[in-house]
């Protein structure tokens, strides 16, 4: 699962405003300046510190985020820069940069080196 499945996903799973907050979170990640690790912690408090209405969307949301993190964050040291630009929908990012600064930026958010 992409980090769009994920938004996708937790979207679909409720339409309590917390939740849709969080869909906002993830995907405004891939614009910012934050890597992975911030991801995790910022997510992890997310959810922790917020209160999701229902018990079992709650554990559904965390059980979407729990093996999209195990799997791409925790991964991220095994991938290839291709697998990490597909895990976290940053392909089109870097398809569309236009400067080496702006790749940079990329390998950083990401946690690879150039």
């Known amino acids: 699962m992409d980090l769009d499945a994920l938004v996708a996903a937790i979207s679909r799973t409720s339409s309590d405003p917390v939740v849709?907050?969080?869909a906002v979170l993830l995907s405004n990640w891939k614009d910012?300046?934050?890597n992975t690790e911030e991801l995790e912690?910022?997510?992890e408090r997310f959810?922790?510190?917020t209160w999701i209405e229902s018990e079992m969307e709650?554990?559904?949301i965390y059980g979407l985020w729990s093996q999209f993190r195990d799997k791409a964050i925790h991964g991220i040291g095994r991938m290839t820069m291709n697998e990490r630009?597909?895990?976290f929908s940053l392909l089109n990012r870097w398809d569309s940069a236009?400067?080496?600064e702006e790749r940079m930026a990329i390998?950083?958010?990401?946690l690879a080196n150039p």
């Open 32 to 34: 910012d300046e934050k």
């Open 20 to 22: 849709l907050k969080l």
């Open 85 to 87: 630009l597909y895990f």
């Open 47 to 49: 959810i922790g510190y």
């Open 41 to 43: 912690v910022i997510v």
């Open 98 to 100: 236009q400067t080496e």
């Open 58 to 60: 709650h554990k559904k």
């Open 107 to 110: 390998y950083a958010k990401l």
